[in-house]
């Protein structure tokens, strides 16, 4: 090495040490005779001291430093750096490579425009605060593949080059060279092949895979992204619920100071939606959705109950602890907001005492009304009822987008708080209003309910079918997704049939899995974990981008390399391709 040590390790212990370090300048004090220069590497930072005041370098240039370690003067240590009592005092500093002006400050980069930023990532990535997520993501991938190794996981690789696979997404094409006019599709997740592994036996299947999925791009979303992809065979939810909080609790051991309870809790998804208005409930906080029911009968509140006498409509609100106070502007930023999700308006009251509620439409409630509503809130003096009423589905989804809205403007959802559910029995179909036809909720590989099925298929009341679909949520956030899947062929077709996939059109595209369901498929299942979106909440960030060490912008553009861009008329001519 052309160091004898790194730019983290050097102590008390080595004064008096000749010692040669490698890094980058960090930092340059000139203090009239005697520079100051942090030196930094990946392990660390160490200050320099060279008398003689010249300067021949500069922050960025990467440099190799050789002299002797010595006690810095009492009074000057820095305790928060293992290297924080001692400086190397060095004359010999040999640049190997001086650095260009640079674009923005490397320990201010998270602050600089997020394109520049990623147009010189390598510097951004230089900056110790970006390059720690990354050592963290390689930790968590560490651990994955331990505990997974331990209980009989094999990790198999899956092909990238492949043909169209159906998580709902529109799919990244690479066009055929040798087979003209044909196209390989990028996996939208190595579903299929995952599947297809039990059928051969494999009984355990994890990888990291990569995933790509062509979506505009919303805010946290990136064309390719990393999924901890499972499959086990002869499994039951438990089995597999089991194997993932176990892989959580492990990660989260690497985060100091952070532990897990298990097992998560669970919750139906209707459970979800009628207490939380989400199916990925936030539950750091409680503010649950109460349907107020009764007690709007006895008020002479016509909007409320015409919404119910019209059938189908529910009254039903969440109380703001604390929320009392409320300006009539911000009042009037909670209406606007509930009108932006759907809602015709928003009723509100403010708690005044055990059993009275004050608000321009109280007179319309008897005082044993009032007392009512805030008993079933269990609601103090100084709180703030919110009331919705809809139709029920529109309601729950308001009041649950309200409740998230609101406990962030009052800022009572803890921080530093990791709260993991499983959301269960998910619908199996979702109405295509578009297309009137059904969808799958999940994918069409999911198990349905088998006693709804029975049930409900025979008279096609298909929306109230229960699929053994299953989600993790973190923080309000869906991490997770899988399913136990369908492995007998005939009831697979006739998924594929519900869809509107016909029999022809379903044998083109997913015939060699239906092929391989011919012969002795064992039961199976499997989940698989967004990695990009758990490390970003476990390290507190805002955006995935930042735990992916060369991601894509918001206009699925990487500015360091310039991709995509155009290719030369010789390559579309060998691919039988022109360009409309
Ligand atoms: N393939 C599914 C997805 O990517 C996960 C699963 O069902 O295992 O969402």
């Known amino acids: 090495m052309l160091r004898t040590h790194t730019c983290g390790e050097l102590t008390e212990k080595n004064i008096g040490q000749t010692v040669t370090l490698c890094g980058w300048v960090d930092t340059v004090r000139d203090h009239g005779g005697l520079v100051f220069m942090d030196l930094r590497d990946r392990y660390g930072k160490t200050q320099l001291v060279r008398s003689g005041a010249v300067t021949d370098y500069k922050s960025e240039d990467c440099v190799q430093v050789t002299g002797t370690v010595r006690a810095r003067p009492k009074g000057t240590e820095n305790l928060k750096l293992v290297t924080g009592k001692i400086e190397v005092a060095s004359d010999a500093v040999k640049v190997l490579s001086a650095g260009a002006p640079l674009p923005f400050e490397v320990q201010k980069s998270r602050q600089t425009n997020e394109d520049l930023r990623l147009q010189y990532r390598y510097l951004d990535l230089r900056n110790p605060d970006v390059q720690k997520n990354l ?168 909007i409320f109950e015409d919404v119910i006498a019209a059938g189908g409509g529910v009254v039903a609100g ?67 009822l919110l009331l919705i009423a809809d139709q029920k589905p529109k309601t729950l989804k308001v009041l649950g987008a309200l409740r998230l809205h609101a406990a962030k403007w009052k800022n009572i959802i803890p921080g530093g708080v990791f709260n993991f559910s499983w959301v269960t029995d998910f619908p199996l179909f979702k109405y295509n209003e578009e297309e009137k036809r059904w969808d799958s909720e999940h994918h069409p590989f999911t198990a349905p309910n088998e006693a709804d099925w029975k049930k409900f298929k025979p008279s096609g009341e298909f929306g109230k079918i229960r699929s053994r679909a299953y989600d993790l949520v973190l923080n309000g956030s869906e991490i997770a997704s899988g399913s136990v899947r369908i492995h007998d062929e005939a009831l697979q077709k006739e998924i594929f049939e519900t869809i509107g996939l016909n029999a022809k059109e379903a044998a083109a595209r997913f015939g060699f899995l239906l092929k391989a369901f011919e012969f002795g498929a064992p039961p199976h299942g499997g989940i698989a974990l967004g990695i990009d979106r758990i490390l970003a909440i476990l390290l507190g960030l805002d955006s995935i981008r930042e735990v992916i060490a060369f991601p894509k912008n918001q206009k699925a553009v990487c500015p360091m390399t310039g991709a995509p861009s155009p290719v030369s008329d010789r390559q579309l001519k060998e691919l039988g391709i022109k360009i409309r």
Do not use: W
């Not at 208005?277 to 109460?290: A, T, V």
């Open 135 to 302: 050592f963290t993501r390689h930790r968590v991938c560490q651990t994955i593949r331990r505990v997974l190794d331990k209980r009989d996981f094999i990790e198999v690789e899956t092909p990238i080059l492949t043909k169209s696979t159906p998580e709902g997404a529109r799919d990244y094409l690479v066009p055929s060279r040798v087979n003209q006019g044909e196209f390989f599709a990028l996996p939208q997740s190595p579903q299929l092949f995952k599947q297809i592994l039990m059928v051969s036996g494999f009984d355990r299947y994890f990888q990291i895979a990569k995933c790509f999925r062509d979506e505009d791009l919303r805010a946290d979303r990136q064309p390719e992204f990393t999924q901890l992809d499972m499959e086990m065979s002869f499994l039951e939810e438990d089995d597999l619920f089991g194997v993932v909080e176990e892989t959580l609790k492990e990660i989260l051991k690497d985060t100091p100071g952070l532990s897990l309870k298990t097992p998560f809790p669970r919750l139906t998804y209707q459970e979800a939606m009628n207490r939380f208005g989400s199916d990925k409930p936030d539950l750091r906080f409680g503010m649950e959705i109460k349907e107020v029911g009764t007690m709007v009968g006895k008020s002479e509140f016509k």
């Open 318 to 384: 969440i109380c703001l602890s604390g929320g009392g106070d409320i300006s009539r502007k911000d009042i009037d930023g909670l209406i606007e907001f509930s009108k932006a999700e759907g809602a015709s308006g928003l009723a509100y009251f403010k708690v005044t005492s055990a059993s009275a509620l004050d608000s321009p439409i109280a007179k319309f409630f008897p005082a044993v009304s009032q007392a009512e509503l805030v008993n079933l809130f269990g609601a103090k003096p100084g709180d703030l």
